[in-house]
């Protein structure tokens, strides 16, 4: 072991938070949190860690189960597509002769939905496999040690597997991770804390690397409908790659309502009293900003009970705003 593989180890060991998924050599539940981890902060990750595994205990449970069910045990975490992934790959496991997650890099990176960082990251943790897993947190890291202001994803990856413990992979891709999310941080890394700063090449500008990307985002304008019918609020079934599985308001992009009560009328024929504007609510998703404008009005349909159906943080936002859930 290199002096510095044993320094960031020995500050890995005896600094790591103390996290649920931690102590387990559980391949599912390594499984589990890494996908939770890849969109989602550490403190709100566990919580829903703990509420899918209550609901899910095993890749069984998640591959018997609706995919309905599944989106509802992810509701509010975010990033849908994971949720949808995890099932597929659960069933396409469940497919198998022997319907256990693969004990290799290689093969588990042949199920559907697995990337490089996750296999690389079960492979490792739970089954020793010396192979890097290179997330944000780790390509940040690297290319301050290495003083770098624009790597490739190659050139990361290559250096994450020189410098990668052969010994002790599982912890030692967890302490690269832990040392990005805690000490070298995007903003303001705490360099005189951080127990490899004596091999560090950035230590000097370190907010310089990577270089910084400029990125703005305008918001896309949108109109929602919460319509309150004898038994609830009408909600649709919403489709597309970021929503699709769920359920929500009606909702539709530009500024003009009546194209969107329009539709409404068409699609499910009755009556819809004027709508009232109750507040404009915002929400950012990884690859746009919304700005929605919701309105409210009375509906001669049933409507269902919200609780009863999978929803977005952003349809729980407008349900909030207009005070129907
Ligand atoms: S010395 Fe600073 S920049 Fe270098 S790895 Fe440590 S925290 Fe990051």
């Not at 403190?43 to 599944?70: C, I, K, N, S, T």
Request: proline share 9%.
């Amino acid at each position: 072991m290199t002096p510095f593989q044993h320094d960031l180890l020995e500050w890995y060991r005896a600094h790591r938070r103390a996290l649920p998924w931690r102590a387990e050599r559980d391949p599912y539940r390594i499984l589990l949190s890494e996908v939770l981890l890849q969109q989602t902060r550490v403190g709100q990750a566990v919580p829903y860690y703990r509420r899918f595994l209550e609901r899910f205990p095993d890749l069984r449970a998640l591959a018997g189960a609706q995919l309905e069910e599944v989106l509802h045990a992810w509701q509010g975490a975010g990033y849908y597509a994971r949720a949808r992934n995890l099932h597929k790959l659960a069933q396409a496991v469940a497919a198998q002769p022997r319907p256990d997650l693969p004990a290799s890099y290689a093969r588990l990176r042949e199920l559907p939905g697995l990337g490089p960082y996750t296999a690389a990251a079960v492979a490792s943790i739970a089954f020793g496999e010396p192979v890097a897993a290179v997330d944000g947190n780790v390509r940040r890291v690297i290319s301050r040690l290495m003083a770098w202001e624009n790597p490739t994803l190659a050139q990361l990856q290559a250096r994450a597997d020189q410098l990668l413990s052969a010994e002790h992979p599982g912890d030692w891709n967890q302490a690269v991770m832990e040392l990005g999310a805690t000490v070298c941080t995007p903003r303001r890394p705490a360099c005189p804390a951080c127990p490899v700063a004596r091999w560090c090449q950035g230590k000097g500008a370190p907010e310089c690397y990577p270089a910084p990307k400029a990125r703005r985002q305008k918001a896309v304008t949108a109109v929602a409908v919460v319509l309150r019918g004898a038994r609830g609020v009408l909600l649709e079934p919403r489709r597309g790659r970021v929503l699709g599985g769920l359920w929500g308001v009606p909702m539709a992009e530009g500024e003009a309502l009546g194209p969107l009560l329009e539709r409404l009328a068409a699609d499910h024929g009755t009556p819809i009293a004027p709508p009232e504007p109750v507040g404009t609510v915002r929400h950012a998703f990884s690859h746009r900003k919304l700005e929605v404008r919701v309105y409210h009005s009375a509906w001669e349909g049933p409507g269902h009970d919200p609780a009863s159906k999978p929803l977005s943080q952003l349809d729980r936002k407008i349900l909030r705003q207009a005070q129907a859930l």
